[in-house]
């Protein structure tokens, strides 16, 4: 069983007028991509992010020499968080 379905092409420059106004939410959203992205953008340049991503150097040069240990504080993070959250319920 075939159907035929009818098939329109829109180019990007015919748009429908109550699609570009319809709604202020896009504009918002728009609006705290933009500030998110120069906050980002901000932060990759500063001297605090050169800093995180040494410090992130480290800490992975310490768990592949000591994994064991590692290992152990994660546990016990772990183990510690479980019951506070447990509790809260």
Same mark, same amino acid.
């Not at 069983?1 to 379905?5: D, G, H, P, Y």
């Not at 748009?15 to 699609?19: F, G, L, S, V, Y």
């Not at 000591?66 to 290992?71: R, S």
């Given at each position: &069983? =075939?159907? $035929? +379905?009818p098939v329109i092409i829109h180019s990007s420059d015919e *748009? =429908? !007028? $109550?699609?570009q106004g319809a709604s202020p939410i896009p504009e918002q +959203? *728009? $609006?705290i991509g933009g500030t998110l992205s120069d906050a980002v953008s901000a932060f990759m340049e500063s001297e605090q992010y050169e800093q995180l991503k040494q410090k992130a150097a480290e800490v992975k040069t310490y768990i592949r020499e000591?994994? +064991? !240990?590692? &290992?152990l504080y994660t546990l016990g993070a772990g183990t510690v968080l479980g019951f506070l959250l447990k509790r809260r319920r």
């Open positions: &069983m =075939e159907q $035929e +379905v *748009r =429908e !007028p $109550e699609t +959203v *728009r $609006e000591n994994p +064991v !240990p590692a &290992m």
